[in-house]
Nanobody
Framework: QVQLVESGGGLVQAGGSLRLSCAASGSIFSINAMVWYRQAPGKQRELVAAIRSGGSTNYADSVKGRFTISRDNAKNTVYLQMNSLKPEDTAVYYC???????????????WGQGTQVTVSS
């Protein structure tokens, strides 16, 4: 069984920074893409940033230049460094990962429980 656990959310003033972490644990053979999504009240969930096993990344236009995604493969952990936060960044942030649990099996998507980020003006 695979679990993803996020941490690092909280309340911050506009212009401040937060660092989110998401650690995968359990039966893991390999982790492919790791992704951060967010969902604000009344809005659809949107992709914030993604990082592939080789290290390539992509970002939503709204966060380019402010957020940085990274991963520590030895720790099965993905990070999201969020700088210059804006009130419109307020949302529940979820991590997701494409994980192969056992060698020779197909990968599956796993999700964390979400962590609240609130940016006050």
């Amino acid at each position: 069984q695979v679990q993803l656990v996020e941490s690092g959310g909280g309340l911050v003033q506009a212009g401040g920074s937060l660092r989110l972490s998401c650690a995968a644990s359990g039966s893991i053979f390999s982790i492919n893409a790791m992704v951060w999504y967010r969902q604000a009240p009344g809005k659809q969930r949107e992709l914030v940033a993604a990082i592939r096993s080789g290290g390539s990344t992509n970002y939503a236009d709204s966060v380019k230049g402010r957020f940085t995604i990274s991963r520590d493969n030895a720790k099965n952990t993905v990070y999201l460094q969020m700088n210059s936060l804006k009130p419109e960044d307020t949302a529940v942030y979820y991590c997701a990962a494409d994980i192969t649990a056992r060698k020779g099996t197909l990968p599956s998507d796993y999700w964390g429980q979400g962590t609240q980020v609130t940016v006050s003006s």
